[in-house]
């Protein structure tokens, strides 16, 4: 009985020990993983980054030929959007 006992609890310290090692690979696992994931998640924000500048530098252009263009049109257009904004924001 005793020996049946020990052996139990040889087994049992045995299943432990594979049950850490099991842990601690899972957990570096885990680790690479979510290190991967950053990694590609800061390279897509960058790229979105790198997009959005692009597209703003665009329409910056894109205004900049407009008001050179038609320099009064885009004058009486700024000034509605100014009456616009100041009516919006009248505290009335």
Known sequence: ?????????????????????????????????????????????????DQALETGRQAAETVQDAVKERPMTSVCIAFGIGVMIGHLLDRR
């Open 1 to 49: 009985m005793a020996d049946r006992t020990a052996a139990a609890a040889r087994s049992i310290e045995d299943d432990l020990a594979a049950l850490r090692d099991d842990v601690k690979n899972l957990s570096a696992s885990i680790a690479a993983l979510a290190r991967q994931k950053t990694g590609e998640a800061k390279d897509e924000l960058s790229y979105r980054t």
